[in-house]
């Protein structure tokens, strides 16, 4: 695991003030210089785990990059890390001169903790302090040059590493993934909520694996009763599961999956 620590300092006499007003402005302001030269980023989320958020980052990111952006995708799930499977990228993250440089695959500058340890079934099992560390690192200390997108993948649930990434990163805004069943919904509820909390504008909720398995209606249903964008729906295909798990973005080869995601960024006026 490579950690590149980083020393906290001010010139500025108020910034002390300000910090334990705030105590993560600071840490902001790193990320927020870091990231300058990046347009627009934006994470994905939901309450609940397994829902697809990291095959609809990794299908964004890659399509983003097919259509001739710069694309960039940073997974933030330190526990269970899966976006670097779904890249198909088994090497190690270097750092040079202090920075993570990412790793390029299908055109997408990609950084993930699934890549910083020795192999893909070493445990990164750390407390929320050190958790926090790492993300911050990633987010203040990765060289992604200047990029058009850069896609935050983010774990499930509404405690310290989403939230960590919501205070820290200057986010253009969250999209929403669920899956169509209620038990699903009630979660990607919440998720809508902690954005609102966090004050990060929701770009929008997207359905995914609609089919006879887990129904059909309930992310749009969720939309409309929220005040929201419904961004659009994506079927349960057996291609998309086959590709995520030869690391392959099934949206490289698989048409329609491309042209739900063109509607998809059309309707978020992204
Ligand atoms: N539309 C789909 N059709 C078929 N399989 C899918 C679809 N979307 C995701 N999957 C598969 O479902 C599984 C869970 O997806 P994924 O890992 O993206 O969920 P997640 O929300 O990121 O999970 P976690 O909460 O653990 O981070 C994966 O094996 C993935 O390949
Ligand atoms: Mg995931």
């Known amino acids: 695991m490579v950690i590149i620590s980083i020393e906290l300092k001010s010139a500025n006499p108020n910034a002390e003030k300000a910090a334990s007003e705030n105590p993560f402005s600071q840490y902001r302001e790193i990320v927020k210089k870091n990231l300058s030269n990046v347009g627009k980023v934006i994470a994905v989320h939901s309450g609940k785990g397994g829902v697809g958020k990291s095959t609809f980052s990794v299908n964004l990111a890659a399509f983003l990059a ?6 960039g995708l940073l997974d933030a799930d330190i526990d269970c890390p899966s976006c670097n499977k779904m890249f198909g990228i088994t090497e190690r993250i270097k750092s040079v001169d202090g920075k993570f440089v990412p790793i390029e695959a299908f055109g997408v500058k990609v950084i993930s903790a699934g890549n910083m340890v020795a192999n893909s079934d070493e445990a990164n099992v750390m407390r929320g302090p050190m958790m926090f560390k790492l993300i911050f690192e ?3 200390k990765t060289d992604w040059g200047s990029l058009d997108y850069l896609i935050i993948d983010l774990p499930p649930g509404t405690g310290d590493n989403p939230l960590t990434v919501m205070q820290l990163a200057p986010l253009y805004g969250i999209v929403v993934v669920t899956q169509p069943q209620e038990v699903a919904v009630v979660d990607a509820k919440k998720s809508v909520n902690m954005a609102a909390k966090t004050n990060i504008p929701v770009i929008g909720i997207v359905e995914n694996m609609f ?8 992310a749009e249903n969720a939309a409309d009763s929220l005040e929201i964008s419904f961004l659009g729906k994506i079927p349960l295909e057996q291609s998309i599961r086959e590709s995520s798990d030869a690391g392959i973005p099934d949206v490289i080869k698989n048409k329609k999956l491309a042209g739900i ?4 960024i059309s309707e978020a006026a992204i």
């Not at 089919?211 to 309930?218: C, E, K, V």
């Open 66 to 71: 097919q259509k001739g952006f710069s694309s």
């Open 138 to 140: 990633l987010l203040a």
């Open 211 to 218: 089919g006879t398995i887990f129904g059909s209606g309930g």
């Open 261 to 264: 995601f063109d509607s998809i």
